[in-house]
């Protein structure tokens, strides 16, 4: 498929930069920023995203019935997939046909790879905060070793003695 003429070549959709511009004596409204299509982007409508998938409409539904997989809605309740979508799509359809798993035993491996990814984000948000609090405290315990006053506190060594005192008490 070829891109139309007039539509930018690296993938985007809608105006790029300088694109759609007024001319010279006519009033610039704010542009709005281009539309930025990202694998979460629900696009497809479900005739597209079944034939993506490689499955029947109606096995879309039922998915999304079951919690499997739930598309974005739009206004009028028409479900939209994204990319995201398609892939979970075909990864029910691979373990349902090739594992043998059945739809309960996939929609609780769904939740929890979901369960896994969010307790590996929370723990990358965890670590990143510890590293800052450990930076924030090398910060801190240098700024206190720089303001000491050497030249008000006399060094003396201290001899260590190994005498030894035997205490009596008074009777």
Do not use: F
């Not at 009033?27 to 029947?56: C, M, N």
């Not at 990814?117 to 948000?125: H, K, S, V, Y």
């Amino acid at each position: 498929m070829s891109p139309h003429p007039d539509s930018p070549r690296d993938g985007r959709i809608g105006p790029g930069l300088g694109e759609g511009l007024p001319g010279p004596g006519r009033a610039r409204a704010a542009a709005p920023p281009p539309y930025v299509l990202t694998e979460d982007t629900p696009v497809y409508v479900i005739s597209v995203a079944a034939e993506l998938s490689g499955l029947h409409p109606q096995t879309l539904r039922q998915y999304d019935r079951l919690g499997l997989v739930c598309p974005d809605r739009t206004a009028g309740r028409g479900r939209r997939y994204s990319a995201r979508d398609i892939q979970q799509l075909r990864e029910v359809q691979r373990l349902s046909q090739d594992e043998g798993i059945n739809l309960a035993g996939i929609k609780r491996i769904i939740e929890l790879e979901n369960q896994v990814a969010a307790l590996q984000a929370r723990a990358a948000e965890l670590v990143d905060a510890l590293e800052s609090a450990a930076a924030t405290l090398q910060q801190r315990e240098a700024a206190v070793h720089a303001s000491y006053r050497r030249d008000l506190v006399p060094y003396q060594q201290v001899q260590q003695s190994s005498a030894l005192v035997v205490w009596r008490p008074k009777r």
